[in-house]
Antibody, heavy 115, light 107 residues
Framework: QVQLVESGGGLVKPGGSLRLSCAAS????????MTWIRQAPGKGLEWISY????????YYADSVKGRFTISRDNAKNSLFLQMSSLRDEDSAVYYC????????WGQGTTVTVSS | SSELTQDPAVSVALGQTVRITCQGD??????ASWYQQKPGQAPILVIY???DRPSKISDRFSGSTSGNTASLTITGAQAEDEADYYC??????????FGGGTKLTVL
């Protein structure tokens, strides 16, 4: 079945870096745009970034532009989010989703930024 | 970038119809998508496009747009519909924006 599984979350100090991964299965990954969304504790959903099916087109929310980089490896059916210069306010559950309509979501991985 | 505004909370009596709205300038150009999120769970898509539902979503859910306002209507609300609901859309700059979410209580 169609499935997205995020990994790579954890505890990191302010200013640190972390790389999240999203493993896709059950569909032809290279045909779809992919999106990252996050949700801070007790807060709403925040779109972070998306990447085109080829990886050539990317967009970022202003809140992460210049600090986060989205990428994908279609040969490995994987999506990535490289996060650097992390701040307390980046603490959240990070979800990957298929397409701009976000028709399929993973279960999320938790990132905690704290000293 | 654009903003999408939702009422923070809405309630509905069991079996009645409720409309959850989402306002924003981007909705004049792009359709909204709607997501349902229950506590401790990932969101799920319930409405996208003009008024399309993923195959597993009940036909109690429908969507519409008028001007700068998108609406999610739940006809005959059930206890299991109690959840947070979020809208989103693209804007003309290519980015995506979410509304702040609406907490639906089924009485």
């Amino acid at each position: 079945q169609v499935q997205l599984v995020e990994s790579g979350g954890g505890l990191v100090k302010p200013g640190g870096s972390l790389r999240l991964s999203c493993a896709a299965s059950g569909f032809n990954f290279s045909d779809y745009y992919m999106t990252w969304i996050r949700q801070a504790p007790g807060k709403g959903l925040e779109w972070i970034s998306y990447v085109s099916s080829s990886g050539k087109t990317v967009y970022y929310a202003d809140s992460v532009k210049g600090r986060f980089t989205i990428s994908r490896d279609n040969a490995k059916n994987s999506l990535f989010l490289q996060m650097s210069s992390l701040r307390d306010e980046d603490s959240a559950v990070y979800y990957c989703a298929r397409e701009l309509d976000m028709e399929v979501w993973g279960q999320g991985t938790t990132v905690t930024v704290s000293s | 970038s654009s903003e999408l505004t939702q009422d923070p909370a809405v309630s509905v009596a069991l079996g009645q119809t409720v409309r959850i709205t989402c306002q924003g300038d981007s909705l004049r150009s792009y359709y909204a998508s709607w997501y349902q999120q229950k506590p401790g769970q990932a969101p799920i898509l319930v409405i996208y496009g003009k008024n399309d539902r993923p195959s597993k979503i009940s036909d109690r859910f429908s969507g519409s747009t008028s001007g700068n306002t998108a609406s999610l209507t739940i006809t005959g609300a059930q206890a299991e519909d109690e959840a947070d609901y979020y809208c989103n859309s693209r804007d003309t700059s290519g980015v995506v924006v979410f509304g702040g979410g609406t907490k639906l209580t089924v009485l």
